[in-house]
């Protein structure tokens, strides 16, 4: 288990839960169409969702920027003595830790909080680098280290990345400043220690665990929260369903079948994977599984996604995903998007199996929002249960 060793330590050392909230704004795809530019930047990308899951060798790191378009929920870090405050994106799909720096010339970073080596008398630079490469461009990052604050959370010397150059679409267009990776610590790039490590590592979580609570009726402030080292039962209804982690990369589960209303599907009899990523939005389905969903739930491709009739939605079948012997159920409210009284799929389709070749899923925010989500470092799972 790749943290077991601090994971021990923590175990002795509790200094009691944290709890961060999430704020909800507007996601980059939405400001990208009000701006009248996404339409011209989706002809100009080949984007796969699973892409952001097929690891990278080197000092390069490819991550389709889309995984990010519909990504809305952020939180407050702060790095640096004396503080500097950032909005940063917790993604469970990814493991490093990077903000915008003084050094970045980009529109993008001119646009969000940056940070200023020279104002933090506890900051160290590293001179490693390594790309992130988008399809609309790469983002340069050089690491250094410097203390990262949540709160009551206190992490000295945490490596992170400061951007040098950012693509000014989709960025310039996001709420948030920069990413906190919160994946497992063998995907970090260039063996980087994660924010996560350097808290079990300092005993700075009252428990190995951490987990998150979307709102079903967010707001820019209050979307949710994140809680540090522990669990709250005031979000979430009746027991937790727990799912073992099948590879210590992503938080990835086997899913063992899924069902649109009565009608249980055999796609997963030989096995399927999902990946729990507070860093997607929709629920990603394999493409050989597309074209069934569709037609059972009415469902036509558009240029704007899979759209459905707004008055139809009550009497649309609901569809469960059946993960650690639960059986896990989203109503099509849950699913459908009503944007202006057009209406959605909250689904987008992906190319690429799991590592192992069995059929990938997502489960993003569209999932999560149904059920408080908690991430057992310690046991190395993933619990699952309805959402207050």
Not at 79 to 104: A, M, R
Not at 133 to 140: K, N
Not at 334 to 351: D, F, I, Q, R
């Amino acid at each position: 288990m790749k943290w077991l060793p601090v994971v021990l330590a923590c175990l002795q050392l509790a200094q009691g839960a944290v709890r961060i909230s999430l704020r909800k704004g507007l996601s980059i795809r939405d400001k990208m169409r009000a701006a009248g530019v996404l339409d011209d930047f989706l002809k100009h990308i080949k984007y796969d969702p699973v892409k952001k899951y097929q690891p990278s060798q080197g000092s390069v790191v490819r991550v389709p920027v889309t995984n990010h378009l519909d990504s809305s929920y952020f939180g407050e870090i702060s790095i640096g003595e004396p503080p500097q405050k950032f909005l940063v994106l917790f993604d469970t799909g990814s493991s490093n830790l990077w903000v915008p720096s003084s050094d970045c010339k980009s529109p993008a970073c001119f646009n969000h909080a940056k940070f200023q080596p020279n104002d933090s008398v506890t900051f160290t630079p590293s001179g490693r680098s390594y790309t992130v490469s988008y399809g609309s461009g790469a983002v340069t990052i050089v690491l250094g280290s410097d203390t990262l604050k949540i709160q009551s959370i206190t992490v000295t010397d945490q490596e992170f990345g400061l951007t040098q150059d950012e693509p000014t679409q989709p960025f310039y267009f996001a709420d948030f400043d920069g990413i906190l990776g919160m994946a497992y610590p063998s995907l970090a790039v260039g063996g980087m220690a994660t924010a996560l490590e350097g808290m079990l590592e300092q005993n700075q979580l009252a428990e190995p665990i951490f987990s998150f609570y979307f709102s079903r009726q967010p707001t820019y402030e209050y979307g949710g929260e994140l809680i540090l080292g522990g669990i709250d039962p005031q979000l979430f209804q009746g027991d937790i369903t727990w799912a073992p982690v099948t590879q210590e990369l992503y938080w990835q589960v086997a899913l063992e079948e899924f069902a649109v209303g009565q009608s249980v599907s055999s796609w997963c009899s030989q096995g399927c994977q999902a990946i729990v990523d507070t860093g997607t939005f929709l629920l990603t389905v394999p493409q050989e599984y597309l074209e069934s969903i569709l037609e059972a739930l009415g469902a036509q491709e558009t240029s704007y996604g899979y759209a459905v009739d707004c008055n139809d939605t009550q009497s649309m079948p609901s569809i469960t995903f059946s993960i650690g012997g639960a059986q896990l159920l989203l109503s099509p409210s849950a699913y459908v998007l009503n944007s202006n009284g057009y209406c959605t799929l909250g689904m987008e389709v992906t190319y690429l199996p799991s590592q192992d070749g069995q059929p990938l899923w997502i489960l993003g925010n569209i999932f999560l929002k149904e059920y408080y989500t908690v991430f057992d470092m310690a046991n190395s799972r993933v619990g699952f249960a309805l959402s207050a």
